[in-house]
């Protein structure tokens, strides 16, 4: 049949007869003053022959039983012939619209003269309301009923029968009928067979109308039947009627577990109509929610209720009406409910990300105890809590139990090389919003710093690419052998990763105190390796101590501005050791570290002698260990901070000269240097800010040593194994550069910074960074044709000449519009050559690096910005590699070059900008082409990229040049 009809006059089908008999009968009127009834019945006489009514039922049944059960047997024809036509469209139905009026009318006349005038009062919704509800059609007279108690229940019978039978049939009238809104009314009929208490139904039959029952609430889904059962209940419903209505609506949320809680919180908050939600509403969810239905054992009614609300917080779209909903019932759920939230959602979680031993021990090996969804779901609910709850206690309840297995897990993705993005988000986020949780945090990340497991479990991967848990043997550390140091370097940059975090939330405190934090456990886990050495204790774990070393030379290195803005409990921790050392050194007899050594072994020949021999020997090594580190902390923290100490601080810095210096006079090797070095430098920073007797100022050096010993001993600081004792020197060269010191020329210091670049260790090759950006400050452009030639040397390696170039941009952005003649005559020369891909001199066929090239754009590009006049004759050769970057290299793999010269071409610009060098026919090419790169590029940040040029060249050059 299709949607609609060609001809509603004319019949070209069975069911189309039906249809017109249907709408002549509704329409029948014989007699204005009569019931609907009366008039249905003369119309029915007139159709009997169509009709299979024998004459005992046309005689002796009421009018009311023919009527209704001849518009049942319409009803029946329809769904008959409605079953028979074959529609291949998924999306049709066999009934039209037109149709489909007529079918509303019909069973809305079985409804109002069959059903309901054999209700009880209360049952069901009250008619004249059911009937101001319709949108389907003008109101139906209504007749009053007059059936006795045995009348109503033999028709009320035939109905429901019958309804039930066409029901269970399947096909497009049975769904009309439960999605048009009369399963309230056929739910009522069949209650009303099943359990009013005088009904004469039999026992057999009360059993099987509540099975029927029970069988319609399984044919429609949870969120209707909220809707439709809450409606049924009215303020004279009788109390039979009302049990069983709220019985189902109690149990709706358990035995529904795919949607039950979802479609009560979307029922009751009104999320799929609204997007903007009342929490006071939700007051009727929670209600129900925190009732155990009658009969039904709590602890598994926590579990059901709780894994529902588990899939609605991962599942739902984030800060959606249903998502905020359902964070609010939790949270308000464990104020009032706190057992049900605690069994029912923590723990589930909680045995979802970190199963407990007693679950895990009796499943076999290998065994997956979670699956890759379910930790999905788990961490994802998890996360929404986190970031849109408001209720500390919960948090932490949540959190703290599974921490730890975060980190593991954060560490399993590292080591698979899966995306981590959003469990790191996690985890720092809980950091950020409780941040006195912060050193407990640190030490469990650090007690667990390899592994990807606990005793009895480990995270896998899973069959579909993602992460499950699965059920192992203890992880032994061991296995890791010789790659130890590797997973070492993983975890370090996956900890900072975590750090980072902080630095981009706005928390850098929480980086000092972590700092701190470090600091502190790395010299108590020293204090007890010292102490293990004599004493029959469990020695410290060394790789607790390695890997607090390591976290602490990262620290130093890439946070050391931001540990300098709180350093005084740092400064007191490292004067302490300073002290305890000090005294340990004048406690010996000769005051010498030697004689000290020699003094606490023991001279006996026992068989033990040696061991004993070898554990001072460690304990002075560890001694002597602690202070390298104390000497790297306070070397760190005064050459960042400079002016800034307070006058406290100061105080305490300057009574550790004399112990440096006691140290030093008294160390042997590299302590005594480094002590000294550091001793230097603590005097230099000290004597800008603290007076000297008399009040005056001190001398800037130490008048016991000259610039040589002091160049010397850096120079010879630069081979020590120890990487903060080659930082040291390197800071002390840099500071004797910027002194301007007679016995270091420019030549030797840039030796020497270019020779560290050649370290792998950043804290070295950053330090030399900076000491050639001090070089190019105080000797200006005579350093840069230096500078120069070892960034366009073939025979430097491309990433020491990457590191000149880092340089010349900054020694570009010191110079500014000072940058001009020879200098920018060789900038601009060079530049060119790098960018235009010149092979090198041997003859080869390989091409400068395109790391190089990009480099060189940018640094051509900062001179033109800040001296054009500098490089103009050069403009022409510039604007011409960035358009033959743009037309010869279109490739996918080369948008990041483009983009560079994209940048170039703006930065020419705006350097020449108020100059009257453009030329023309260059620049109206360039135009050309970035047009069309903005309009064809397959790289989208090229494309803006040509846009905002574009937007430039417009502003700057429109009355030049025709764009």
Not at 39 to 67: G, M, P, S, W, Y
Not at 183 to 190: G, H, R, V
């Amino acid at each position: 049949m299709g949607e609609s009809k060609s001809n509603q006059l004319q019949s070209v089908t069975p069911l189309d007869h039906i249809f017109d008999s249907v709408t002549r009968l509704l329409k029948a009127t014989s007699d204005p003053n009569a019931s609907a009834v009366e008039n249905l019945f003369t119309a029915i006489q007139n159709e009997i022959k169509v009709v299979d009514l024998d004459t005992e039922d046309r005689v002796e049944a009421c009018h009311r039983e023919v009527v209704v059960k001849y518009l049942l047997t319409l009803l029946e024809s329809i769904q008959t012939l409605s079953r028979q036509l074959q529609i291949t469209d998924p999306n049709m139905i066999t009934i039209s619209l037109h149709d489909m009026k007529v079918f509303h009318a019909l069973f809305n006349r079985i409804i109002i003269d069959g059903i309901y005038p054999c209700l009880t009062p209360g049952v069901g919704i009250p008619l004249r309301k059911r009937q101001k509800q319709s949108h389907r059609q003008r109101q139906l007279p209504i007749s009053e009923p007059s059936l006795s108690l045995t009348e109503a229940h033999t028709l009320l019978q035939t109905i429901v029968d019958r309804l039930l039978l066409l029901l269970n049939q399947g096909g497009d009238i049975p769904d009309l009928i439960l999605k048009g809104g009369y399963f309230n009314d056929i739910i009522s009929a069949t209650l009303e067979l099943a359990y009013h208490p005088l009904t004469p139904s039999t026992p057999e039959e009360r059993t099987s109308y509540q099975k029927a029952a029970n069988q319609l609430i399984e044919k429609v889904d949870t969120y209707s039947l909220f809707m439709y059962l809450t409606s049924m209940i009215q303020p004279d419903s009788p109390s039979w009627f009302v049990t069983i209505i709220t019985s189902w609506l109690a149990r709706l949320t358990v035995d529904r577990p795919e949607d039950g809680v979802r479609s009560l919180i979307e029922f009751v908050s009104g999320s799929r109509h609204s997007d903007t939600i009342s929490l006071d509403v939700l007051t009727r969810a929670i209600q129900v929610l925190k009732s155990v239905p009658r009969g039904f054992d709590p602890q598994r009614y926590a579990v059901v209720i709780g894994r529902q609300l588990i899939d609605i917080l991962a599942l739902a779209q984030p800060n959606s009406v249903l998502a905020t909903a359902t964070v609010h019932i939790v949270f308000t759920l464990f104020e009032q409910r706190r057992e049900l939230i605690q069994k029912g959602v923590l723990y589930q979680i909680k045995e979802l990300i970190d199963p407990s031993t007693t679950t895990t021990t009796s499943v076999p090996l290998n065994q997956t105890l979670v699956t890759e969804s379910d930790l999905t779901i788990a961490l994802s609910a998890t996360t929404t809590l986190v970031k849109g709850g408001s209720n500390p206690q919960l948090i932490v309840a949540l959190m703290n139990p599974i921490i730890k297995s975060l980190w593991l897990l954060l560490g399993y993705l590292c080591d698979s090389k899966k995306p981590l993005a959003t469990t790191l988000s996690l985890f720092t986020t809980y950091i950020v919003i409780q941040g006195d949780k912060l050193e407990t945090i640190a030490d469990i990340v650090t007690a667990n710093f390899f592994f990807a497991g606990q005793d009895t479990w480990s995270f896998k991967n899973g069959p579909s690419g993602g992460v499950e848990i699965r059920r192992t043997g203890f992880a032994e550390l061991e296995v890791l052998g010789p790659k130890i140091f590797d997973k070492l370097d993983q975890r370090l940059d996956l900890f900072f990763q975590i750090v980072e975090n902080f630095k981009t939330s706005g928390k850098t405190d929480l980086i000092g105190r972590l700092f701190l934090h470090t600091v502190k456990r790395w010299f108590s886990q020293r204090e007890f390796a010292s102490a293990s050495v004599h004493h029959d204790v469990i020695a410290a774990d060394p790789f607790a101590v390695l890997i607090d070393l390591r976290l602490l030379e990262t620290f130093i290195e890439k946070y050391k501005a931001t540990i300098v803005k709180s350093p005084s409990e740092i400064y007191r921790i490292v004067f302490t050791v300073l002290q305890d050392y000090v005294d340990t050194l004048s406690s010996g007899p000769s005051g010498t570290t030697k004689a000290y050594c020699n003094n606490i072994r023991s001279p006996s020949l026992d068989a033990d002698s040696d061991d004993e021999d070898s554990d001072d020997e460690d304990e002075d090594t560890e001694q002597i260990e602690t202070i390298s580190m104390c000497l790297s902390l306070l070397t760190a923290l005064i050459s960042e901070a400079e002016q800034n100490i307070n006058v406290d601080d100061q105080k305490l810095l300057s009574s550790a000269i004399p112990l440096l210096k006691y140290i030093a006079d008294n160390a042997t090797g590299s302590l005594s240097t480094r002590t000294t070095m550091c001793r230097q430098l603590l005097t230099q920073v000290l004597a800008g800010d603290t007076p000297g007797p008399g009040g005056e100022k001190s001398n800037p050096t130490d008048s016991n040593l000259n610039s040589r010993k002091i160049l010397q001993e850096a120079l010879a600081g630069l081979d020590d194994p120890l990487v903060p004792v080659r930082a040291h020197s390197l800071t002390t060269i840099r500071t004797l550069v910027q002194n301007r010191d007679p016995l270091l020329d420019m030549t030797t210091a840039l030796n020497v910074f270019m020779a560290q670049l050649k370290d792998e260790d950043s804290f070295i090759y950053l330090n030399a960074i900076k000491g050639l950006e001090v070089l190019a400050d105080i000797y200006g452009p005579s350093v840069l044709p230096l500078l120069l030639n070892q960034y366009i040397s073939p025979g430097v390696p491309i990433d020491e000449r990457l590191k000149v170039g880092e340089v010349l941009l900054r020694a570009e952005q010191r110079l500014g519009e000072a940058l001009v003649g020879s200098a920018a005559e060789l900038i601009a020369k060079y530049m060119i050559s790098i960018i235009r891909r010149r092979p090198v001199k041997n003859g080869d066929e390989g091409d400068v690096d395109d790391r190089l090239r990009m480099s060189a754009m940018s640094i051509l590009g900062m001179a033109c910005e800040l001296s054009p006049d500098g490089i103009g004759r050069w403009l022409d050769m510039a604007i011409e590699c960035a358009v033959g970057i743009l037309t010869m290299e279109s490739a996918e793999d080369k948008a990041i070059m483009r983009r560079s010269a994209v940048v170039l071409l703006g930065s020419l610009f705006i350097g020449l900008e108020d100059t009257s060098q453009f030329p023309p026919a260059q620049v109206n090419a360039m135009i050309d082409k970035l047009k069309y790169i903005e309009a064809t590029d397959n790289d989208v940040l090229v494309r803006h990229q040509a846009s905002e040029v574009l937007s430039l060249i417009t502003q700057v050059a429109h009355s030049k040049f025709v764009v």
